[in-house]
C-alpha cells in the first residue's frame, strides 16, 4: 500500500492535478475546490441553472460543442462572448443553458478525473449543502471514501502553488461532513478551516489581492459569500448540474 494513498480513512485531502489523478480512482466521490475561481463560478451557473462543462485551459478556446458556448479569460470578455471565469461577470451574463468553462486549475482537474469517480464541484458557496448531500448516502466512510482536491495556483514554471483559499475551502467541505475517519491531511484542512476568519484572510491572500490588483475584487467578495447556495453541482451527463433536492450520492 502507497503511504500517500491514505487508504483505510473515510476522507482524504491532496493538492492539485497529481494527487487528484492518484487519489480519485480509489475514491467512491472527489469533490474539486478552486475557491478563485473556477468552482465558484460553477456554483453561480448552476444556481442560475446552467450546466457547466469542465474543460483544460490549453484546449482550443474555439473548438466547437456542438453549439455550446465557450467561456474565455476575464480581461477578454466581450459582448458577443459575455461568459468568462469571473463569477461577477457570469451574474451578468446572459443566461445560457450550457456553458464550456476552461481553467486552468478546477476545470482541468475536474475534466482529468470525471471518468474515475463520482464528482461534485464544491467551495465556500456550498460547502454546506456539498457536504450534507454526500453524507446523505455515507459517503465519507473506509468503504465509500470521499477525496477532497484543494486545485491550487501555478508559479510561471507551471508548477503547483498550494492556495490558502482552497485550503480553506476543502476544510469547509470536510467539516460540513461531519465524518468520524478523516485522514491527518483532511482533519489538518478541517482544523484550519475552523480557526480562519475566512473574509479578512481570503480577500488579504496572494490570490485574492492577485485579482483584486486587476480589476475583480468584486470575484473574491462572491467567492467567500459562505453557504448562499444549496445547490450542489454534480457531474453527469458530461457536465456540472444541480443534484436533485433531498437526493443523495447514489
Avoid at 15 to 33: H, Q
Wanted: one cysteine or more; charged letters at 20%; proline letters at 8%.
Amino acid at each position: 500500500m502507497e503511504a500517500w494513498s491514505q487508504r483505510g480513512y473515510g476522507v482524504r485531502f491532496e493538492w492539485g492535478p497529481e494527487g487528484a489523478r492518484r487519489l480519485a480512482p480509489g475514491s467512491a466521490y472527489a469533490v474539486v475546490v478552486d475557491v478563485l475561481s473556477f468552482t465558484t463560478s460553477v456554483s453561480v451557473l448552476v444556481d442560475a441553472g446552467t450546466r457547466v462543462r469542465p474543460r483544460a485551459w490549453h484546449a482550443d478556446p474555439d473548438e466547437d460543442e456542438a453549439g455550446v458556448p465557450v467561456a474565455v479569460g476575464r480581461r477578454a470578455v466581450t459582448p458577443e462572448r459575455p461568459w468568462s471565469l469571473s463569477p461577477a461577470a457570469l451574474r451578468r451574463a446572459p443566461r445560457t443553458p450550457e456553458l464550456v468553462l476552461p481553467s486552468p486549475n478546477g476545470s482541468a482537474i475536474a475534466a482529468a478525473i470525471k471518468d474515475h469517480c463520482g464528482l461534485v464541484a464544491g467551495s465556500l458557496r456550498n460547502a454546506e449543502a456539498v457536504g450534507r448531500w454526500l453524507r446523505q448516502s455515507g459517503v465519507g466512510t473506509p468503504d465509500r471514501p470521499l477525496t477532497v482536491i484543494a486545485a491550487g495556483e501555478r508559479w510561471p514554471d507551471d508548477s503547483l502553488r498550494p492556495a490558502v483559499e482552497d485550503l480553506l475551502g476543502a476544510g469547509a467541505v470536510i467539516a460540513a461532513l461531519g465524518a468520524a475517519t478523516l485522514s491527518p491531511e483532511a482533519e489538518t484542512a478541517m482544523r484550519a478551516y475552523g480557526g480562519a476568519d475566512l473574509e479578512r484572510t481570503i480577500m488579504d491572500s496572494a490570490s485574492g489581492r492577485e485579482l483584486a490588483a486587476i480589476g475583480f475584487a468584486e470575484d473574491v467578495a462572491i467567492a467567500v459569500e459562505a453557504n448562499a447556495s444549496d445547490a450542489v453541482p454534480v457531474f453527469r451527463d458530461g457536465a456540472f448540474s444541480a443534484a436533485d433536492p433531498g437526493s443523495g450520492a447514489g
